[in-house]
């Protein structure tokens, strides 16, 4: 088989990228690991930024979002009771972020995929990459029992933080920087309304929490737990009454419990890749790089490395400029660790992580950027995310 790009991943960051080349006329393959509905039961993030947003448009899949996607203009931060809001219209130049499932995101381009007739193989075992620093890579994989092969110009890693594409690039040519944070989230899905119409993140002697929604009619909720935490030792029950020993007073009766629909433990860590770029490999959002959910930015990165990708074969396809692709890494890792700075920040502000000291500092600095002009202004810009640069 012969293909311009091979897709390696079939999640967010892999199927945009894979629809918006097609569109363009640019041929790609996608392997995934698992099967469609494995993909489609993570349950995962679910703010996403003007830029996202404008990339499904751009890849002409925006329909039901555009119609069940819940505006947000602004979210809430809780510490010492007290409740402070973040206008982002006001304090981000009319700007908003668009709460809409990765699930349902994901959903979606995978029926455009599927309409457009374009190729997926689903359970696929086996991935390597070759030759990446020849002019002509090849990828092997395994499909019922049998060994393939598709030959290409470009390979895109968009296989996640686990996947094989960030292995590819020798441990001499790459460098990781990690950090790992030692809690965990419990999130919990459930068919419940939300507790208010805006996500309401906070901190409480108790721990972090985060009441966040899919739509007026399910709920998404998260509190942090040590790492040791087993999913299945917290029961609906618990997880409702550990909730509600977080939530200040003002909001607390406001919250409707019910039956979960999932229950999962992510750990928290920040890492970035350098570089992202290995001959005529690319890798692409998780693969690349992960945030702490507290900013919610991971979906939203992957949609930025996207754009670069994308617009950077646009040149390379339609208009023989193969040494665009030498600005990928540099373009894609300064939006990342910016990023990175703001998720760990909002982390360490909105997480009991220290000492009685370090307690103290966050309370000023929650009071400090959620009572000021200044302090609200840094928090809204890069909360609703900062602009895409241009691809020369
Ligand atoms: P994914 O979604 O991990 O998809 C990678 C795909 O590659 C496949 N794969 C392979 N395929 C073939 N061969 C192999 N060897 C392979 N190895 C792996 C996998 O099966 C998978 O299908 O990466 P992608 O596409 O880069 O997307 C990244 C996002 O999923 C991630 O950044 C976000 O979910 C992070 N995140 C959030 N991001 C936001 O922007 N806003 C949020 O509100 C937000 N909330 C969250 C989050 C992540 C969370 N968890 C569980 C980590 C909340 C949570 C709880
Ligand atoms: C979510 O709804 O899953 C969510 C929202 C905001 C975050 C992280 C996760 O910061």
Redesign the pocket.
């Known amino acids: 088989m012969k293909t311009q790009v091979v897709i ?7 199927l945009l990228l894979g629809q918006l080349l097609h569109n363009a006329g640019i041929e790609n393959i996608i ?4 099967t469609p509905d494995y ?1 489609l039961g993570r349950i ?4 996403l930024e003007e830029g996202f947003v404008d990339m499904v448009r751009e890849a002409g899949v925006a329909e039901r979002m555009d119609l069940e996607g819940l505006p947000h203009g602004g979210f809430q931060i809780a510490f010492n009771d007290e409740l402070r809001r973040i206008d982002l219209h006001k304090y981000s130049q009319g700007k908003q972020v668009v709460v809409y499932g ?1 699930t349902e995101i994901t959903a979606d381009l995978m029926e455009a995929r599927t309409d457009s007739g374009a190729e997926s193989l689903y359970e ?1 075992g086996n ?1 390597s990459i070759h030759d990446v620093t020849e002019d002509s890579p090849y990828v092997l994989y395994e499909k019922d029992g049998e060994e393939l092969r598709i030959d290409c110009d470009y390979v895109a890693g ?7 594409s960030r292995q590819t690039i020798p441990e001499s040519v790459r460098t990781e920087y990690e950090k790992i944070y030692h809690v965990g ?1 419990l ?1 919990v899905l459930s068919d419940t309304p939300p507790i208010d119409d805006e996500l309401i993140y906070g901190i409480s002697e108790k721990g972090f929490f985060l009441c966040s929604m899919r739509s007026k009619t399910r709920s998404r909720y998260y509190v942090d737990v040590s790492l040791d935490e087993k999913v299945e030792d917290w029961s609906d029950e618990r997880f409702w009454k550990e909730l509600g020993n977080r939530l200040p007073e003002s909001v607390r009766d406001n919250l409707v419990t019910g039956p979960s629909l999932e229950k ?1 433990i ?1 750990p928290l860590r920040s890492f970035v890749c350098e570089p992202m770029q290995y001959g005529r490999l690319f890798l ?4 690349a790089h992960i945030v702490p ?1 507290t900013g ?7 949609s930025s490395d996207v754009n670069y990708l994308y617009r950077i074969m646009l040149k390379v396809f339609k208009e023989n400029r193969p040494e665009a692709t030498e600005q990928y890494s540099t373009l894609c890792l300064r939006r990342i660790w910016h990023a990175e700075r703001f998720s760990w920040w909002m982390t360490s502000m909105l997480h009991n992580l220290g000492d009685g000291f370090e307690r103290r500092i966050m309370e000023s600095q929650l009071d400090y950027y959620t009572g000021t002009e200044e302090g609200l202004k840094v928090i809204a810009k890069q909360y609703v995310g900062l602009p895409y640069e241009e691809v020369e």
């Open positions: 390696i991943g079939a999640g967010p960051s892999g392997l995934e690991r698992v993909v995962r993030a679910g703010v990765q696929v991935v968009c296989d996640g933080f686990h996947g094989v989230w999130g999962s992510a692409v959002g998780d693969a959910p919610a930015k991971g979906l939203n990165l992957a």
